[in-house]
């Protein structure tokens, strides 16, 4: 059923002598009957094919009938961790494929400027493929073009070389006590965890440590967070700042955590006793300030 502009007006009008058996019937109504018919094939195809990427409305009146295509699309360029949403709306008429589609593009992630030059690529598209079915091919085509703006954008080029380059370091805190200990080292834990560090706190009855491995801007990221959030309670059960942090040592990784180091994690490693948090403490480099009490 589907046809190019050469031979639609040609099946339209057969289709029409065909429908309009009752002469009282308006032309308009039939030509938007034929419209959805004739793509009705296409669209469950696209469907199909995307899916839940895909939602699609028809809206039909007695002197016209649109149909509208909405993609959303999750896409991750090459060799990037991060993920973007890509939106695609097309607006098909009574005419198309003969007449390009109406086609409206939005992707996080980009610029103004790349977002303009994503626009402009995606109208010269659609007029290049104008006068066949084009919906399919301009999906993927949007889609590369996105991704490789994505890729090529200075603030991700430069966010990628950062990463790359960035100093990764560990670094050991001791504190002195935790009245509410399960709030405290839930708190703590979500913020090693939304900071992407590896690590541990150590619980002796005596002794607190925290030990951590990550990037650097990560890590003072932590240490400003435990200084200023409220993360504990004080002796009246009113919630509190930590105002006994100490640093220990902070130095760069010439290697990546190893899995004593919690390279899968944040950890709470419980000791009953100094020989149990030794053991533990060993693969950080902590035994000197553990020996010295």
């Known amino acids: ?41 296409g669209t ?16 039909a009146s007695e002197t016209s009938a649109l ?35 109406y086609c409206e593009v939005l992707c996080d992630g980009l610029r103004r400027a790349e977002r303009e030059e994503l626009s402009k690529t995606s109208k010269h598209l659609v007029e290049q493929f104008a006068g066949r079915e084009c919906v399919f091919e301009l999906v993927q085509e949007i889609e590369a073009k996105a991704s490789t703006l994505l890729l090529e954008s200075p603030s991700h080029s430069h966010e990628a070389a950062v990463e790359e380059s960035e100093t990764r370091e560990q670094c050991l805190i001791q504190l002195d006590h935790m009245r509410d200990e399960i709030r405290y080292c ?7 965890t939304d900071l992407t560090l590896s690590g541990c706190v150590l619980l002796h009855p005596r002794l607190i440590f925290i030990a951590l491995c990550g990037r650097e801007r990560d890590i003072t990221s932590y240490l400003q967070l435990h200084r200023t959030q409220q993360v504990d309670v004080d002796s009246h059960g009113r919630r509190c700042k930590e105002r006994l942090l100490s640093v220990l040592e902070r130095k760069p990784l010439s290697a990546p955590p190893s899995e ?33 009490r």
């Open 186 to 192: 839930k708190t703590i834990s979500k913020w090693a």
């Open 260 to 292: 004593g180091q919690g390279s899968t994690g944040f950890q709470i490693v419980r000791a009953g006793s100094l020989a149990e948090l030794r053991e533990a403490a060993a693969p950080w480099g902590l035994e000197p300030y553990i020996d010295d």
């Open 67 to 101: 149909q509208v295509l909405k993609f959303k699309k999750t896409i991750q360029p090459c060799c990037m961790s991060d993920t973007y949403v890509l939106s695609i709306h097309f607006e098909l008429g009574q005419q198309y494929p003969c007449s390009a589609p």
């Open 44 to 59: 469950k195809a696209l469907q199909a094919i995307f899916t839940s990427e895909l939602e699609v409305e028809t809206i």
């Open 1 to 41: 059923l589907m046809c190019g502009c050469d031979d639609g007006s040609e099946l339209r009008s057969r289709r029409e002598d065909e429908v309009l058996v009752n002469p009282t019937t308006p032309p308009s109504f039939v030509s938007g009957f034929l419209f959805l018919l004739l793509n009705h094939c």
